[in-house]
Structures are given as C-alpha cells and as structure tokens.
C-alpha cells in the first residue's frame, strides 16, 4: 500500500514536470474556490479535519467520519456584484460502519450575456430584437468513495472521479476527467490529512464552433480558435488541525493548510521553481457544538507599489454557524482572490442530516 501510494505521488510530479512548460497555470480555477460557508470562513483549511458531506470535494477520506447515515448539502454564492453564480449540492451516506459513499455537482456560471452579432438587421438598422443571450457555465461531477483501512490506526483514504464540463454558449464546449486522491489521520489529538488533486492531471478537450465566430474574427483580426486539449496539473495540499476544549461547553479548532503547486513561481509565500507553497490559517470557536464563530487568513501575496516598493497582503474571511437539531445552517463573508476591487460576498450553505432509525 505504502509503495503504491509512493509511486502514485511520483507519478503526478512526473505529469507536472511533463507538462509545466505548455499547461496553463490557472486551468478549471472554479475547482479552486471551495465549497461550504463554514469552509470559505476558514479560508478553505478543510483538508485534515473535514468530515461531512463537503468531504467529497475538500477530502474524500473524511467521507468515513460523516455523524448521519446520510447528509444533504446546499450552497449559493454570488460574485463581482451578482454577476458570477456559484451554487453547490452535496450527498453523502454511509455504506457500512468502515466505508462511504459522496455525489457533489459544482456550477460556476455567468448567466444572460448579450450576443449582439446580429444587432444590425439587412438594412443596416439597430434591431434590439436581435440581441441574444447565452451562458458561459463550468460544471463539475464528483463521485466519492472512501475507507476505513488497517495499515495505521485511525488512517481513512478516499478518491474522487470528476467529470468537468465547460460551455460558452453555443461557440465552445469542453469535456474533461480526472482523479483526486485524499487520505486523513488521527494521532492523539492532532489530524493529519493530505490531498492530491488531479493526480493524473485534468485533460479538457476543447471543441470550438468556428463558422459561428469565423467571419467576425476575420473582420477584427482575432485568431481563430481551435479545438484544444488543455491540462490541469496536479496540486497537494497538506493539511494539520487540533480541537482545544476550553472549559465545559466552549471549544476552539485550530487549522492549517499548505497548498503545493508544481508549475512554477508563483506569487504567493514561499515560491520557487518548480513548486510554491501557499499556506491559510482557519479558527471556529463553538458553543456545545451548536453555535460557531470562524476566522480565516489566507491569499497571502506580495504587492508592488507605485514607487516600485513591495508589500504584503492577506485576504480575511469571517463566518458564522448554527446547528439545530438535524440542520446546519452556515455563513460567510469571504471573496475570491480579488483584493484590489474587495469585492466580498456573502455565501449561505445548508446542510441537513438523516439516520435510518
């Protein structure tokens, strides 16, 4: 097991060095905002202690740890002024007491853009009754399963197969497969967890509609687009937490996460070539398990000023929670990485627990 895990992780680095030089850095970038309110309040540090129905996106080996036989989660989000959809919904239930199992659909959408290419009607007249619209949506399919096993007490590992579908009206459309891979670790008090997206690398075959954009390209001496594959490298994340008691009914968990790139410099904390590392800090307070206070910094980059000068900045995040009874109900005030425009947005997510009993 141990071998097969080595030459999996030396397998992915081998598919980053291969294609580092051609792939773009920030290819299907929607899979990197996160999902849940309680998570983007904890600016997404989920890896080592996630164990609900979000596990199937932040770590599938968490999925073994879910607290009902069945979970349902709902999030909703909007961005740069509403224009920007981010919406989320999550199952996940358990198989047998050592095994789980997750479904997650993820869509990133800017919805109603006007297509004006047929603005002007025979006789050369503004027709607004032309105006089309269409959508420029990315979507995400996760199937999650995860177990139990015997190699190390208290080590739960757990795998996603994502089906990625990325569509610009009728001018473009992309399909795309890939494979994550997660495992999580109790040892005494600590939790330990590590997660390795896109193992395989994440290919999109991109498929363009020329003949629809063919004739206004020529005319404004654009490049034709053509169909392409694009590849999404593969990224680790570790991840450490600790859950403090304070008191009787109070408690603190304390979280970091370091996401490791293989692409490249850069910006962000500790950057080198090829791999760069950018850590984020989560805390929740809690009362009895049943109302939450998160904090989370993360998005730590190095600025340039107008006199040439250099600066740090961090993106804050702030959130909420609430537990009643068999629903959850969470908050946050977070944003996506813009921090010049401070564009933040308030994101709502529900989840709701079933037992069989």
Do not use: C
């Amino acid at each position: 097991m141990k071998k097969s895990i080595l030459y999996i992780v030396i397998f992915s680095l081998s598919i980053s060095n291969i294609f580092a030089q051609r792939a773009p850095k920030h290819s299907n970038e929607f899979l990197s905002i996160g999902v849940g309110a309680r998570a983007l309040a904890m600016s997404n540090t989920q890896v080592a202690n996630v164990e609900d129905v979000t596990s199937g996106y932040w770590n599938p080996a968490g999925l073994v740890n879910i607290h009902s036989d069945y979970e349902f989660s709902l999030m909703h989000a909007e961005y740069f002024a509403g224009i920007a959809k981010y919406d989320f919904a999550g199952f996940a239930a358990k198989i047998d007491s050592s095994s789980a199992l997750g479904i997650s659909i993820i869509r990133f959408a800017v919805d109603d853009i006007p297509d004006t290419r047929f603005l002007y009607d025979a006789n050369g007249s503004i027709n607004y009754d032309n105006i089309r619209f269409f959508s420029a949506a990315d979507y995400a399919f996760l199937v999650s399963y995860a177990r139990k096993v015997n190699i190390l007490d208290g080590l739960n590992v757990g795998g996603n197969f994502k089906v990625v579908h990325r569509i610009a009206g009728d001018f473009a459309t992309a399909w795309g497969f890939g494979l994550d891979l997660g495992a999580q670790i109790k040892h005494k008090k600590w939790q330990f967890g590590v997660m390795l997206r896109d193992i395989t690398g994440t290919f999109n075959a991109w498929n363009h509609n020329t003949e629809l954009v063919e004739d206004i390209y020529v005319q404004t001496n654009n490049e034709i687009p053509e169909n392409s594959v694009e590849v999404t490298l593969p990224k680790a994340i570790f991840g450490a937490a600790r859950y403090f008691r304070i008191k009787k009914k109070f408690g603190l968990l304390t979280s970091i996460d370091l996401q490791t790139s293989f692409d490249g410099k850069r910006n962000v904390i500790i950057k080198s070539d090829p791999v760069s590392i950018d850590p984020s800090l989560g805390i929740e307070f809690d009362y009895s398990k049943t109302v939450f206070l998160r904090f989370g910094a993360g998005n730590i980059q190095e600025l340039k000023s107008f006199d040439e000068s250099t600066y740090w900045t961090f993106q804050p995040n702030f959130g909420l929670g609430i537990n009643i009874k068999q629903v959850t109900l969470d908050y946050a005030l977070t944003d996506i990485g813009d921090q010049s425009a401070a564009l933040y947005s308030h994101v709502f997510s529900l989840k709701a627990f079933i037992d069989k009993k």
